[in-house]
């Protein structure tokens, strides 16, 4: 069964203090691991795709790199507006649940200015 | 991205009714999914909805409690049936992006509490 937990669950930094969330996953074949930022009330939005192991991708402040068994999101010099829930999430190469997205319980990022 | 919409965006209901929520895509799609976000959890799959068939439920998820229906390529009703409490969540709906990259792109959900 595939399975991602995120660490860690809170996360509270100054601005402008730079700092990583982790995304340990297991998968049977990884299509696909995604990052997304939630905000309170609304749906997740989509910021990283990541497909095989040393592949980053960068967007603002944010930088997500992969492993075979992590991944992390870099957060540089953050400001309050970065301030969200992030969520990692897997998608399976193969099996019965074709585009099933596995999530994790995601890290409440709280930036303070 | 795609723009989707869902109805209603929150809602009240008794124990023992039904809810019906919608979501629209605002372009085609051959692929919809149903996932459920309870309180303080990440999100589950119920669902997956593909246009001209059965939706294909995940483990722990039955049509008699969830059926949905998926009439065109930029509609999906999911209906929560017979609520009780633990029903109690909010309910999103996705679709696969056209880049073939696989992301999925979520409604802002419906949140719904049972009493």
């Known amino acids: 069964e595939d399975q991602v937990t995120q660490s860690p669950e809170a996360l509270r930094l100054q601005e402008g203090e730079s700092s990583s969330l982790n995304c340990s996953y297991t998968?049977?074949?990884?299509?696909?691991l995604f990052w997304y930022r939630q905000d309170p009330g609304k749906g997740p939005e989509f910021l990283f795709t990541?497909?095989?192991a040393g592949e980053e991708k960068e967007k603002e402040r944010l930088k997500a790199t992969l492993t075979k068994k992590e991944s992390f999101l870099h957060i540089t010099a953050p400001k309050p507006e970065d301030s969200a829930t992030y969520l990692c999430?897997?998608?399976?190469?193969?099996?019965?649940?074709?585009?099933?997205?596995?999530f994790g319980q995601g890290t409440i990022l709280t930036v303070h200015p | 991205s795609a723009v989707i919409s869902q109805k209603p965006s929150r809602d009240i209901c008794q124990r023992g009714t039904s809810l019906t929520i919608q979501c629209q895509v605002d372009?085609?799609?051959?692929?919809m999914f149903w996932y459920r976000q309870q309180p303080g959890q990440s999100l589950t799959l119920i669902a997956t909805?593909?246009?001209?068939?059965?939706?294909?439920?995940e483990s722990g998820f039955v049509i008699d409690k969830f059926p949905i229906s998926r009439p065109n390529l930029t509609f999906s009703t999911l209906t929560v049936s017979n609520m009780s409490p633990e029903d109690s969540s909010i309910y999103l709906c996705?679709?696969?992006?056209?880049?073939?990259?696989?992301?999925?792109?979520f409604g802002p959900g419906t949140r719904l509490t049972v009493t």
């Open positions: 999430a897997v998608q399976a190469d193969g099996g019965t649940s074709y585009g099933k997205l596995t």
């Open positions: 990541l497909y095989s």
């Open positions: 996705s679709e696969e992006g056209k880049s073939g990259h696989h992301e999925q792109y």
């Open positions: 372009s085609q799609v051959t692929m």
């Open positions: 998968v049977s074949g990884l299509r696909g």
């Open positions: 909805a593909n246009q001209g068939s059965e939706a294909t439920y």
